[in-house]
Protein backbone atom coordinates (compact mmCIF):
# COMPACT_ATOMS: atom_id res chain seq x y z
CA UNK A 1 0.00 0.00 0.00
CA UNK A 2 3.00 2.15 0.36
CA UNK A 3 3.11 3.65 -3.10
CA UNK A 4 -0.51 4.20 -3.19
CA UNK A 5 -1.45 5.95 -0.43
CA UNK A 6 -0.13 9.14 -1.48
CA UNK A 7 -2.64 8.94 -4.70
CA UNK A 8 -5.45 8.82 -2.06
CA UNK A 9 -5.82 4.91 -2.55
CA UNK A 10 -7.55 3.69 0.56
CA UNK A 11 -8.32 -0.71 0.44
CA UNK A 12 -11.92 -1.22 1.21
CA UNK A 13 -13.55 -4.13 2.77
CA UNK A 14 -12.65 -7.32 1.80
CA UNK A 15 -14.08 -8.42 -1.90
CA UNK A 16 -13.82 -12.29 -0.90
CA UNK A 17 -16.31 -11.19 1.87
CA UNK A 18 -18.91 -9.38 -0.80
CA UNK A 19 -18.17 -6.13 0.36
CA UNK A 20 -17.59 -3.58 -1.88
CA UNK A 21 -14.59 -1.36 -1.98
CA UNK A 22 -14.51 2.46 -2.49
CA UNK A 23 -12.86 2.27 -5.92
CA UNK A 24 -15.40 -0.79 -7.07
CA UNK A 25 -18.20 1.17 -5.77
CA UNK A 26 -17.42 4.73 -8.06
CA UNK A 27 -16.80 2.47 -10.87
CA UNK A 28 -20.03 1.13 -10.89
CA UNK A 29 -21.36 3.99 -10.52
CA UNK A 30 -19.88 5.85 -13.05
CA UNK A 31 -20.55 3.11 -15.52
CA UNK A 32 -23.56 4.32 -17.64
CA UNK A 33 -22.23 7.89 -17.40
CA UNK A 34 -19.28 6.07 -19.30
CA UNK A 35 -21.22 3.36 -21.72
CA UNK A 36 -23.41 6.88 -23.03
CA UNK A 37 -20.19 8.40 -23.36
CA UNK A 38 -18.72 5.78 -25.28
CA UNK A 39 -21.91 5.35 -27.97
CA UNK A 40 -22.13 8.94 -28.44
CA UNK A 41 -18.48 8.75 -29.13
CA UNK A 42 -18.96 6.10 -31.86
CA UNK A 43 -22.29 7.85 -33.36
CA UNK A 44 -19.50 10.57 -34.16
CA UNK A 45 -17.20 8.45 -35.29
CA UNK A 46 -20.12 6.84 -37.58
CA UNK A 47 -21.20 10.23 -39.05
CA UNK A 48 -17.09 10.94 -39.55
CA UNK A 49 -16.62 8.23 -41.32
CA UNK A 50 -19.39 8.74 -43.92
CA UNK A 51 -18.80 12.28 -43.94
CA UNK A 52 -15.25 11.40 -44.85
CA UNK A 53 -16.01 8.95 -47.88
CA UNK A 54 -18.37 11.38 -49.28
CA UNK A 55 -15.66 14.28 -49.38
CA UNK A 56 -13.41 11.33 -51.30
CA UNK A 57 -16.39 10.41 -53.04
CA UNK A 58 -17.27 14.09 -54.13
CA UNK A 59 -13.13 14.39 -55.26
CA UNK A 60 -11.63 15.53 -52.52
CA UNK A 61 -7.33 13.82 -52.28
CA UNK A 62 -6.77 11.64 -49.19
CA UNK A 63 -4.60 14.27 -47.56
CA UNK A 64 -7.27 17.24 -48.44
CA UNK A 65 -9.95 14.76 -46.15
CA UNK A 66 -7.44 14.40 -44.17
CA UNK A 67 -6.14 18.06 -43.57
CA UNK A 68 -9.87 19.02 -42.84
CA UNK A 69 -11.04 16.06 -40.84
CA UNK A 70 -7.90 16.04 -38.42
CA UNK A 71 -7.66 12.51 -39.59
CA UNK A 72 -4.17 11.25 -41.12
CA UNK A 73 -4.30 10.75 -44.88
CA UNK A 74 -3.32 7.08 -44.21
CA UNK A 75 -6.55 7.05 -41.67
CA UNK A 76 -8.59 8.27 -44.40
CA UNK A 77 -7.29 6.20 -46.89
CA UNK A 78 -8.24 3.21 -44.50
CA UNK A 79 -12.07 4.57 -43.79
CA UNK A 80 -12.46 4.89 -47.60
CA UNK A 81 -11.52 1.42 -48.45
CA UNK A 82 -13.05 0.16 -46.25
CA UNK A 83 -16.19 1.69 -47.25
CA UNK A 84 -15.35 0.48 -50.77
CA UNK A 85 -14.92 -3.15 -49.49
CA UNK A 86 -18.74 -3.10 -47.39
CA UNK A 87 -20.31 -1.38 -50.72
CA UNK A 88 -18.81 -4.58 -52.65
CA UNK A 89 -19.79 -7.04 -50.36
CA UNK A 90 -23.53 -5.57 -50.33
CA UNK A 91 -23.55 -5.44 -54.45
CA UNK A 92 -22.14 -8.64 -54.72
CA UNK A 93 -24.58 -11.70 -55.28
CA UNK A 94 -25.93 -13.34 -52.28
CA UNK A 95 -25.29 -17.28 -52.12
CA UNK A 96 -26.91 -19.64 -49.97
CA UNK A 97 -24.58 -22.72 -48.39
CA UNK A 98 -25.19 -24.65 -50.62
CA UNK A 99 -24.05 -22.40 -53.38
CA UNK A 100 -27.22 -21.53 -55.14
CA UNK A 101 -27.61 -17.79 -55.47
CA UNK A 102 -30.66 -16.54 -53.76
CA UNK A 103 -32.66 -13.41 -54.86
Known amino acids: ?10 PGA ?13 L ?18 AVMAEL ?3 AWSEGATLREVAAVSGYSHQRVHQIVRTAARDTARTLAPQTSVGGAEVA
Open 1 to 10: MGRLSGLGYR
Open 14 to 26: CLACGLMTDALEQ
Open 28 to 45: RENRPALEEWLEGLAKAR
Open 52 to 54: VVD
